[in-house]
Nanobody, 120 residues
Framework: QLYLVESGGGLVQPGGSLRPSCVAS????????MGWYRQAPGKPRELVVG???????NYADSVKGRFTIYRNDAKNTVYIQMNSLKPEVTDVYYC??????????????WGQGTQVTVTS
């Protein structure tokens, strides 16, 4: 079963913009921390930006000022606005949902990813 579905990636020229989205089939979506990660072939996934259930954000230094995460809890959706795109951000981007259960335990879900390619 797929709980997170990303869309909105694609091929764009340098300096262009994309706005990938992630739709979550999760009850109690507003209780989840959401995030966007990137992964290159043979590399571990890296955090791009996260957002808590109260709207607090945490951006990787490489995307500060260019990417913006936001969520619409009424639509169970999180977005990442990607502006001023550079070729070095080319990667597969994955949506993540995380919710604490008790103590330090949590549940963790991943989407299948959406390809972002920046090239002339």
């Amino acid at each position: 079963q797929l709980y997170l579905v990303e869309s909105g990636g694609g091929l764009v020229q340098p300096g262009g913009s994309l706005r990938p989205s992630c739709v979550a089939s999760l009850s109690g979506f507003s209780d989840y921390y959401m995030g966007w990660y990137r992964q290159a072939p043979g590399k571990p996934r890296e955090l791009v930006v996260g957002i808590t259930n109260d709207g607090s954000t945490n951006y990787a230094d490489s995307v500060k000022g260019r990417f913006t995460i936001y969520r619409n809890d009424a639509k169970n959706t999180v977005y990442i606005q990607m502006n001023s795109l550079k070729p070095e951000v080319t990667d597969v981007y994955y949506c993540n949902a995380q919710r604490r259960t008790e103590g330090w335990n949590y549940v963790d879900y991943w989407g299948q990813g959406t390809q972002v390619t920046v090239t002339s």
